[in-house]
């Protein structure tokens, strides 16, 4: 048998090239600003949600603690991917920005 088990292709020849559909996830840069996105939406739902003065001690606990938690190591990780490379140092302010900017609003609210 001349073929390949699995791609019904001969043993000799190379794989065709498919395009990667996850090409656009796998870019430090557009992950970054998607979590940008997201963290704006995220802090504005929180600031609603903790206008009820019983739940929002509750509700900084227990959803926007954590979540700033994660985010602050999520933008630790964009410092170190993206600092070397183009914008560079812009970036690196700006991912201390919104570290500073997560928590100093779930502080305040």
Wanted: glycine share 10%; hydrophobic share 55%; charged share 10%.
């Amino acid at each position: 048998m001349n073929q390949d088990e699995v791609g019904g292709r001969d043993a000799g020849e190379a794989p065709e090239a498919v395009p990667d559909p996850l090409a656009g996830f796998r870019n430090w840069r557009n992950f970054f600003y998607v979590a940008l996105l997201v963290n704006v939406l995220f802090v504005y739902g929180m600031a609603g949600a903790v206008a009820a003065p019983g739940a929002s001690t509750w509700i900084k606990t227990l959803s926007w603690f954590p979540f700033n938690v994660i985010a602050t190591v999520l933008y630790y990780a964009f410092m170190v991917q993206l600092g070397a490379g183009r914008g560079g140092a812009f970036l690196r302010t700006l991912c201390a920005a919104m570290i500073a900017a997560n928590w100093i609003a779930m502080i305040v609210a």
